[in-house]
């Protein structure tokens, strides 16, 4: 049985005239041990499915479907019991570290706190041990000089040794599904190869499966086995890596890797761009969300939203030109 099975998930936020959808009808699996890259630009429902799976959306969502954590419904687990699941079994790494991150508080102890929230089977560790427990997690994401460096605050390290203090957060407590929302955003590329090189290592120390959240290409395809690919809040495509890479089934998903420079690309010639701009998810057109930027369409396009049809072996497309 796959670790977290996503099925049918809307989420929806109060609005005038009427409710916006965030996310609509999405469905995905995630299995032991397995990386799943979801890609989409900004505004595609990414991080708010992200959150769902969390349970920390704001009060006023609205959530339906069902979110399966290790056979466990997720969305009707009562709250006061999602903290031991939060951080004890499923962690999550943010966007941001500098705004994650408590200013006013030694990076050790923000690890060590994490300790102290939660038991690791069944055992409760002291302030000191969890210190210890907490110094041990940061030399584990290679913070250098780590029992001085336990002591410093935020503003005393660098970008991407912030990110690995949220790194050494999330893993601490040995959870088995890691959320990894954009975590190489804002870091140079030197640094972003490292944390990706550092988050293969602990997914194959601790077993961790994982959740890979980005809009860049490039870096999901550094670290996921399958890749999922969203539009305007929905699921557009969905396989293993190498089939969405080499055989991109959406006309989206074509659209975006044609977008990403290689090394054959002619640095004289300007980037291909996908034309148009993503709609509002306040005022989506009647079929395919992606109609009116595609160039591959037909009359059934606008008339109502197709659904996921196979197109190779656990390789499925939202799209009618797909299934022809």
């Given at each position: 049985?796959?670790?977290?099975?996503?099925?049918?998930?809307?989420?929806?936020?109060?609005?005038?005239?009427?409710?916006?959808?965030?996310?609509?009808?999405?469905?995905?699996?995630?299995?032991?041990?397995?990386?799943?890259?979801?890609?989409?630009?900004?505004?595609?429902?990414?991080?708010?499915?992200?959150?769902?799976?969390?349970?920390?959306?704001?009060?006023?969502?609205?959530?339906?479907?069902?979110?399966?954590?290790?056979?466990?419904?997720?969305?009707?687990?009562?709250?006061?019991?999602?903290?031991?699941?939060?951080?004890?079994?499923?962690?999550?790494?943010?966007?941001?570290?500098?705004?994650?991150?408590?200013?006013?508080?030694?990076?050790?102890?923000?690890?060590?706190?994490?300790?102290?929230?939660?038991?690791?089977?069944?055992?409760?560790?002291?302030?000191?041990?969890?210190?210890?427990?907490?110094?041990?997690?940061?030399?584990?994401?290679?913070?250098?000089?780590?029992?001085?460096?336990?002591?410093?605050?935020?503003?005393?390290?660098?970008?991407?040794?912030?990110?690995?203090?949220?790194?050494?957060?999330?893993?601490?407590?040995?959870?088995?599904?890691?959320?990894?929302?954009?975590?190489?955003?804002?870091?140079?590329?030197?640094?972003?190869?490292?944390?990706?090189?550092?988050?293969?290592?602990?997914?194959?120390?601790?077993?961790?499966?994982?959740?890979?959240?980005?809009?860049?290409?490039?870096?999901?395809?550094?670290?996921?086995?399958?890749?999922?690919?969203?539009?305007?809040?929905?699921?557009?495509?969905?396989?293993p890596a190498q089939a969405v890479f080499r055989s991109p089934a959406?006309p989206y998903t074509r659209g975006l890797l044609n977008?990403?420079?290689?090394?054959?690309?002619?640095?004289?010639?300007?980037?291909?761009?996908?034309?148009?701009?993503?709609?509002?998810?306040?005022?989506?057109?009647?079929?395919?969300?992606?109609?009116?930027?595609?160039?591959?369409?037909?009359?059934?396009?606008?008339?109502?939203?197709?659904?996921?049809?196979?197109?190779?072996?656990?390789?499925?497309?939202?799209?009618?030109?797909?299934?022809?």
């Amino acid at each position: 049985m796959p670790l977290l099975q996503v099925r049918n998930l809307t989420v929806e936020f109060p609005g005038a005239p009427r409710a916006v959808a965030a996310v609509r009808d999405v469905s995905f699996e995630v299995g032991q041990g397995e990386v799943l890259g979801l890609v989409g630009e900004s505004g595609s429902g990414k991080s708010v499915t992200s959150l769902a799976v969390m349970r920390l959306l704001v009060p006023q969502a609205r959530t339906s479907g069902e979110i399966l954590f290790d056979g466990r419904d997720l969305l009707a687990t009562p709250l006061d019991e999602m903290r031991s699941v939060r951080g004890e079994k499923i962690s999550m790494i943010f966007q941001e570290p500098m705004t994650a991150l408590n200013p006013v508080m030694r990076v050790g102890d923000q690890v060590a706190e994490a300790v102290l929230a939660h038991s690791r089977n069944g055992t409760r560790f002291s302030k000191g041990e969890a210190w210890q427990q907490a110094v041990e997690a940061l030399r584990t994401v290679a913070i250098p000089d780590v029992e001085r460096r336990a002591r410093d605050y935020p503003h005393q390290m660098s970008g991407g040794q912030r990110q690995r203090v949220m790194i050494a957060m999330a893993i601490v407590n040995r959870p088995q599904l890691l959320i990894a929302d954009e975590p190489t955003t804002a870091l140079d590329v030197t640094i972003q190869a490292q944390i990706l090189e550092l988050l293969a290592e602990l997914r194959h120390k601790f077993g961790l499966a994982m959740l890979f959240i980005s809009h860049d290409l490039a870096v999901v395809s550094e670290v996921s086995d399958r890749i999922a690919v969203m539009y305007a809040g929905a699921l557009v495509e969905m396989g293993p890596a190498q089939a969405v890479f080499r055989s991109p089934a959406h006309p989206y998903t074509r659209g975006l890797l044609n977008s990403v420079p290689t090394l054959r690309t002619d640095r004289r010639q300007p980037l291909r761009t996908i034309e148009g701009t993503v709609p509002s998810v306040g005022s989506l057109p009647t079929g395919c969300a992606f109609e009116p930027r595609c160039n591959s369409t037909t009359a059934e396009c606008s008339t109502a939203l197709p659904p996921l049809v196979e197109v190779g072996p656990g390789h499925v497309a939202r799209c009618v030109v797909a299934r022809t």
